[in-house]
């Protein structure tokens, strides 16, 4: 579970989200998405979407996506 203290839920990464929204509004997550092996024919879906075609939890690439913009959970 994700417990970014006064973080607003606005502010982070779900999965719901399309994966070109995420690149373009935070660049520094498109290694996170190179290292999961997702393509960019894959851009214009959500992570929940990304996930199920790589059989792999959505919630995980959440937290990674999370991480890699704001930091290790405190």
């Known amino acids: 579970m994700l417990d970014y203290g006064s ?3 606005d502010e ?3 999965a ?3 994966v070109r ?3 373009v509004r935070h ?3 498109v290694p996170v998405f190179e290292g999961l092996g997702f393509r960019e024919s894959c851009d214009d879906c959500s992570i929940d979407q990304v996930a199920r075609k790589y059989g ?3 919630q995980e690439i959440v937290e990674a996506l999370n991480e890699s ?3 290790p959970r405190p």
């Open 7 to 9: 973080m607003r839920f």
């Open 12 to 14: 982070l990464i779900r």
């Open 16 to 18: 719901g989200m399309i």
């Open 21 to 23: 929204d995420i690149k």
């Open 27 to 29: 660049p520094q997550t």
């Open 56 to 58: 792999k939890r959505a």
């Open 69 to 71: 913009v704001f930091g």
